[in-house]
């Protein structure tokens, strides 16, 4: 009895994604990709260091598609925001580091 339950307990594993999981958006298609990417490639860049990957997804989304983005990086937190309609996006990347993207004028 004690190496089925040493079996099943081995079993359970931790799954982490390499892919970006988007978990709710209103965002346009191109907007929307645009948002994907810059995440991707930030949070590869700047694995250490959520506060520059969130820079670089801001500052970059703020050339594209006009001021007044805001971004997060992180692990662990929530959140309850105002915002735009058609310019939030909300994904985790890696396992457990989420990134929400809108934006508020």
């Known amino acids: 009895m004690g190496e089925e339950a040493a079996a099943a307990g081995a079993a359970v594993e931790k799954v982490v994604h390499t892919y970006p999981l988007i978990r709710h958006t209103d965002m346009s298609e191109e907007m929307r990709v645009e948002a994907i990417e810059l995440s991707v490639t930030a949070c590869e860049k ?23 983005f805001h971004v997060v990086v992180g692990e662990s937190y929530g959140f309850e925001i105002t915002y735009e309609c058609t310019t939030i996006c909300y994904m985790y990347f890696g396992g457990n580091q989420a990134i929400c993207i809108w934006k508020c004028s």
């Open 46 to 68: 700047f694995s250490q260091n959520n506060e520059l990957a969130a820079r670089m997804v801001k500052e970059s989304m703020d050339k594209k598609f006009g001021p007044a």
